[in-house]
């Protein structure tokens, strides 16, 4: 039987008009407030489930895509959701969902197997580059290295990598110009294409 999680997680969605009723389940939700937490899971379920069909682990690993939104869910949702805006919403899943894989790759590598790939790339194109575990990592240290040198490049990387946001939404998330964003994308995608050679 499916707890009360679960079925809000497989709601129907309802569209989400970016209007006054958004903006009051952001507030509600910084506050901590469980049932505007769930609504805006749930207006954002099928998105989410995009975003996390992307970076998700292969089909050899038990982190199905809806297992990897559920455990952001998870991680979010006790402490509430310190959103601003639905971009920022995002992108906290987004970094919610970025220490699940990460954390998922390395309990894999310290069992020493070497199945299953993560289906993640760093195109915009909708094909993906298949990365091991251990590929990941190294993607994690490098972009952990580059939020050290550039921080603002490192949160581009996250948005568009980790959260599946595109440029606009990006934009708006990290309060810069799309022109920003492009540049920082592409700049941050050589520097961390050349890091993860390094290895």
Same mark, same amino acid.
């Given at each position: 039987?499916?707890?009360?999680?679960?079925?809000?997680?497989?709601?129907?969605?309802?569209?989400?008009?970016?209007?006054?009723?958004?903006?009051?389940?952001?507030?509600?939700?910084?506050?901590?407030?469980?049932?505007?937490?769930?609504?805006?899971?749930?207006?954002?379920?099928?998105?989410?489930?995009?975003?996390?069909?992307?970076?998700?682990?292969?089909?050899?690993?038990?982190?199905?895509?809806?297992?990897?939104?559920?455990?952001?869910?998870?991680?979010?949702?006790?402490?509430?959701?310190?959103?601003?805006?639905?971009?920022?919403?995002? #992108? $906290?899943?987004?970094?919610?969902?970025? !220490?699940? %894989?990460?954390? &998922?790759?390395? =309990? /894999?590598? *310290?069992?020493?197997?070497?199945?299953?790939?993560?289906?993640?790339?760093?195109?915009?194109?909708?094909?993906?580059?298949?990365?091991?575990?251990?590929? #990941? $990592?190294?993607?994690?240290?490098?972009? !952990?290295? %580059?939020?050290? &040198?550039?921080? =603002? /490049?490192? *949160?581009?990387?996250?948005?568009?990598?980790?959260?599946?946001?595109?440029?606009?939404?990006?934009?708006?998330?990290?309060?810069?110009?799309?022109?920003?964003?492009?540049?920082?994308?592409?700049?941050?995608?050589?520097?961390?294409?050349?890091?993860?050679?390094?290895?």
């Amino acid at each position: 039987m499916q707890d009360d999680a679960t079925r809000t997680m497989t709601a129907t969605p309802t569209p989400d008009r970016e209007g006054p009723a958004t903006d009051a389940l952001l507030r509600a939700a910084r506050s901590g407030d469980k049932k505007a937490i769930d609504r805006l899971f749930a207006l954002a379920y099928d998105e989410l489930r995009g975003v996390a069909r992307r970076m998700r682990r292969g089909p050899d690993d038990s982190l199905t895509t809806t297992a990897l939104v559920h455990e952001a869910y998870l991680k979010l949702s006790p402490s509430g959701v310190p959103a601003n805006d639905r971009a920022h919403f995002k #992108l $906290l899943i987004a970094r919610a969902m970025r !220490q699940i %894989l990460i954390d &998922a790759a390395r =309990r /894999r590598q *310290a069992r020493k197997r070497g199945g299953g790939e993560a289906a993640v790339s760093l195109a915009d194109e909708a094909g993906a580059i298949p990365l091991m575990p251990e590929q #990941l $990592l190294e993607l994690h240290q490098a972009l !952990q290295n %580059l939020e050290q &040198a550039d921080p =603002r /490049r490192a *949160a581009v990387v996250e948005c568009r990598f980790f959260g599946g946001l595109d440029v606009e939404e990006t934009a708006a998330a990290l309060s810069l110009s799309t022109a920003t964003v492009k540049r920082d994308w592409r700049l941050a995608r050589a520097w961390l294409a050349q890091a993860v050679a390094a290895e």
